[in-house]
Nanobody, 115 residues
């Protein structure tokens, strides 16, 4: 059983920062890829940022230069550091991990950016 838990969501003013941690626990051998997705009302879930076990990263064009995805392998934790937030970043943010060939999702955390 693998448990993925996001936290850190909330209400933030436009232009501000916010950091979302995602902690992975349970029984697994290795966590390969880790990523953050988001889903705004009425829209499909989209990839925001991802990082491989080797540290290679991938970002959505809309967040490049503003977001980063640091990863702490020792703590089985990945973060989404969001800077210069915009109202269009408002969404539920989900953490996804690829562990032992299976994908696991967290429950999501709401981020609301006020203008």
């Amino acid at each position: 059983q693998v448990l993925v838990v996001e936290s850190g969501g909330g209400l933030v003013q436009a232009g501000g920062p916010l950091r979302l941690p995602c902690a992975v626990s349970g029984s697994f051998f290795v966590i390969a890829g880790m990523g953050w997705y988001r889903q705004a009302p009425g829209k499909q879930r989209e990839l925001v940022a991802a990082i491989t076990i080797g540290g290679s990263t991938n970002y959505a064009d809309s967040v490049k230069g503003r977001f980063s995805i640091p990863r702490d392998n020792a703590k089985n934790t990945v973060y989404l550091q969001m800077n210069s937030l915009k109202p269009e970043d408002t969404a539920v943010y989900y953490c996804n991990v690829d562990s032992d060939g299976r994908r696991h999702w967290g429950q999501g955390t709401q981020v609301t950016v006020s203008s």
